[in-house]
């Protein structure tokens, strides 16, 4: 798992091209064996890795984020700008490794908690006002970052200085393009969006700009069906994985990880209903780190279960 290099030889010459750098995905026959799992969590539905190992986890309606190292101990809470306003989902690392979190909008901090910028608050205008901010997804490329804004049923597009680019969406119903309770955003290598749309049961793309490319899932439990796709991330080779959520019922919600190509072709689900491991209640938020590990917000089991 990881970067690696092939290097091609034929009778000691190397072949043009050589080496290709090949970026190896989590393999999902691991999925019964996780290389770790951190319990003891309130409800976790947001998560986040810097590039040091710190993971940052967002408690579902807590007043901080708590911080563990790399080895899942706790070492410390982030408090933010208002430390009494509860945090979201929403959690992203930025390039220079600050992070990005949804409270009653969105703020950057620092694994000091030190409050860089803050945008959301009561005397912010609209677009810049927030009801109910979730995800979090930043353009590797243009800096450009990504929020979704859940009961107002758009995704917010910033410039990298917080000042506003675009909306994607504002509109509750079926049609593409229109949201019914979005959840989470992410963003690949090319710059194109894709958006849990959580209670139609699918997952929309959109490009740069935001105009609506490709709707893929539908309600079900079958190969490539989705049922409250909740949380979403991309990997190194742009394929996408999505967190099923769904109720304490185990009979309401996939409850599994499904996995996508960015063309919305199925490649593979893991997953089901349960407590052992392999199993999960509520997966939330979902992200990788720069080493290829898969970190899922387990939500009702409370824990951060790692591939």
Do not use: W
């Not at 986040?48 to 911080?67: C, K, N, P, R």
């Not at 392999?278 to 009702?300: N, Q, T």
Request: aromatic share 8%; hydrophobic share 35%.
């Amino acid at each position: 798992r990881g970067l690696h290099q092939l290097h091609v030889r034929v009778h000691d010459i190397n072949i043009p091209g050589s080496p290709i750098n090949i970026h190896v995905s989590l393999c999902p026959k691991t999925k019964d064996n996780p290389l770790r799992v951190i319990t003891g969590l309130k409800r976790p539905v947001g998560v986040g890795v810097t590039d040091h190992g710190h993971i940052i986890v967002a408690e579902y309606s807590s007043e901080y984020l708590t911080v563990f190292d790399n080895n899942g101990e706790k070492v410390g809470v982030l408090e933010g700008r208002d430390k009494t306003a509860p945090f979201y989902s929403g959690v992203a690392v930025t390039p220079n490794g600050t992070i990005l979190a949804s409270d009653g909008g969105m703020q950057e901090l620092t694994t000091r908690d030190e409050c860089i910028a803050g945008i959301g608050s009561t005397q912010e205008h609209e677009p810049l006002q927030f009801i109910v901010p979730r995800g979090i997804a930043i353009n590797k490329t243009t800096g450009q970052i990504a929020i979704v804004e859940q009961l107002k049923y758009h995704v917010l597009v910033l410039n990298r200085d917080f000042t506003f680019s675009h909306i994607i969406g504002g509109n509750k119903g079926r049609r593409p393009g229109d949201f019914k309770k979005p959840t989470d955003v992410t963003i690949d290598s090319k710059g194109f969006l894709y958006v849990t749309d959580t209670r139609n049961h699918r997952i929309q793309k959109f490009d740069s700009e935001g105009k609506f490319v490709d709707i893929f899932g539908k309600p079900g439990k079958g190969p490539g069906e989705l049922f409250f796709p909740e949380g979403i991330t991309v990997d190194q080779n742009d394929l996408l994985y999505v967190a099923e959520s769904g109720t304490s019922q185990p009979k309401i919600g996939n409850h599994r990880v499904s996995i996508f190509t960015t063309n919305g072709k199925f490649v593979h689900s893991f997953g089901e209903f349960g407590i052992e491991n392999g199993k999960f209640r509520e997966p939330a938020g979902i992200a990788f780190d720069r080493h290829g590990h898969l970190y899922i917000c387990d939500k009702k089991n409370s824990r951060i279960v790692i591939y």
